[in-house]
């Protein structure tokens, strides 16, 4: 079995930052692209931000200059830097991982979810 446990969502004031970050755990053999996704009430779960086992990076247009994603692969963790956050920041930020797991398959898991409120 894998787990995606996501961290660091909250409240922060509009201009602010947080950090949140998803480490992976369980019968990994590797991890391939890792991502965050959010989804706001009404709206459709949308990619933010993704990260592939080489670093190479991709971002939605919305986030572009103000958010970073990284990835220490020894700790099957990647980080999202969200610096002057803006109140249609707002949502649940969801980590994506595709993993191979020992019978050498791959899939697609997700976390549970981290809230991210922008509000003054």
């Known amino acids: 079995q894998v787990q995606l446990a996501e961290s660091g969502g909250g409240l922060v004031q509009p201009g602010g930052s947080l950090n949140v970050s998803c480490e992976a755990s369980?019968?990994?053999?590797?991890?391939?692209?890792m991502g965050w996704y959010r989804q706001a009430p009404g709206n459709r779960r949308e990619l933010v931000a993704a990260?592939?086992?080489?670093?190479?990076?991709n971002y939605v247009d919305s986030v572009q200059g103000r958010f970073t994603i990284s990835r220490d692969n020894a700790k099957n963790t990647i980080y999202l830097q969200m610096n002057n956050l803006k109140a249609e920041d707002t949502a649940l930020y969801y980590c994506?991982?595709?993993?191979?797991?020992?019978?050498?398959?791959?899939?697609?898991?997700w976390g549970k979810g981290t809230l991210v409120t922008v509000s003054s």
């Open positions: 994506n991982a595709v993993i191979i797991t020992r019978d050498y398959r791959g899939r697609e898991y």
């Open positions: 369980g019968d990994i053999v590797s991890v391939n692209t």
């Open positions: 990260i592939s086992s080489d670093g190479t990076t």
